[in-house]
């Protein structure tokens, strides 16, 4: 053996942290993990409220339309029941405004879809 060397006595901390005996390091590890798990759920609570946002609008649109083309609507079958036709401007003002409104509502209905696969992870 080379006894040129010093024989120096081990880092009892590293000794320690190697066996698990070491609570300050175990504590240093755990608090970071919290910390990580913490942040993840915050992240997660803050996507499902925007979520839950997204989809009130999308509802409070979609009655606000109803309730704005549901008069119209009854007022053109009214008409049209009554010995109109469907050239007439009101009507087809009418039934452009039905097809806008499906499609409109179409829009949502995909855009909510995808918003979901993508929440999920399938997209």
Do not use: C, K, Y
């Not at 401007?89 to 499906?102: C, G, K, P, T, W």
């Amino acid at each position: 053996m080379n006894s040129s060397m010093p024989h120096s006595e081990p880092d009892l901390q590293l000794v320690e942290m190697l066996a698990g005996m070491n609570a300050a390091a175990d504590l240093e590890v755990v608090q970071r993990t919290r910390r990580t798990v913490l942040l993840a759920a915050a992240e997660m609570r803050e996507r499902r409220q925007r979520t839950r946002r997204n989809a009130a609008i999308a509802l409070f649109t979609i009655v606000g339309l109803v309730m704005l083309l549901t008069p119209a609507l009854w007022d053109t079958i009214d008409d049209v029941l009554s010995g109109g036709d469907f050239l007439e401007a009101h009507s087809m003002v009418m039934m452009l405004s039905l097809m806008l409104f499906s499609a409109l509502l179409g829009a949502l209905v995909v855009g909510l879809r995808s918003q979901r696969q993508i929440h999920h992870g399938r997209r």
